[in-house]
């Protein structure tokens, strides 16, 4: 008899924690998931990872095999705002995963991020800070570059076991809208309710759809390989007009509330990662269209604000 993987997904509630735990139930892990806030979700416990106690108490009452750490303060305007917030969970909070990690030896698949790459105009490959002095750009860069230096730093001195990877631009269903989101949701939001949003002509991104992210998240479980570290990134920069012009369309919107400006100052322009780690390792790839995945992706926000774009 197989007994199956027990696995936690923290930031369970969030937009990728959620859409990851739907895609480990489907593959039949005992999946569990915490958050900061009460949920009636079964196989769910209320946790605040800046919380050494709240922490302690979870694993005292569970055992995992596999935790992938997702929870985290997101954005850097957020990180500006509620420094506090952000450098409480993304770094205390990593901490305290860690000190757990230590003593209970469950494998950690930690989520990294794209803005480690800071002011890198190049093509990221995962050794670029090995190689070449790096500055990241804002709170929320640094506090995700300091989370990759603890892990090393356990994984040297108490030889835990964890797997990094650096996240580029996630969109799709499940990413509700606030001031401190993304831009994909802003556009949508703003779109839908006539109100005026920038798009900066200078600008490109990958898109990968957050169902194609999860999968290759779960393909970790797999191929896990401790100490390794992966971009999971297109091949393909999309500029950020283009997409603007994708969401106009499905929303059957013209463009009389967008401004155009040429750049965004202390933002990256172009963003170049190598993902061919993740293809080999993971089977990392990209199935779902940018014009497929903004389609689902309006059509979710239609009926979440109750289709207010008609």
Known sequence: MTISKKV??????????SNLVHELEKRGYDTWACDLMHSWQPNYLRCDVSKFSQVERLFTEHDF????????EYGRWNGEDYYENLWGTNAVGTKNIL????????????????????????????????????????DYAISKWVNEMQILNSAAMFKTESVRVRLFNVYGVGEHYTPYRGWIPKFIYKAMKNEPYTVYLGHKRTLENVEDLCRTFANIIDNFKPGEIYNL???????????????????????????????EPFTTRIKTPDASKAKKDLDFKLTITPEEGMRRTVEWFKKLCGNQSA
């Open 65 to 72: 095999d596999y935790v992938y750490h997702a929870a985290a």
């Open 99 to 138: 000190r757990i990690q230590e003593k209970k030896k469950f494998r950690m698949i930690f989520f990294g991020s794209a803005e480690v790459y800071g002011d890198y105009d190049g093509v990221m490959r995962e050794d670029v800070m090995d190689n070449i002095p790096i500055k990241q750009m804002n």
């Open 233 to 263: 990134g297109g091949d393909t920069q999309y500029d950020i007009k283009y997409v603007s012009d994708l969401i106009l369309k499905n929303l059957n919107k013209d463009d009389s509330q967008v401004s155009y400006k040429e750049a």
């Open 8 to 17: 936690l997904v923290t930031g369970g509630l969030g937009f990728i924690g």
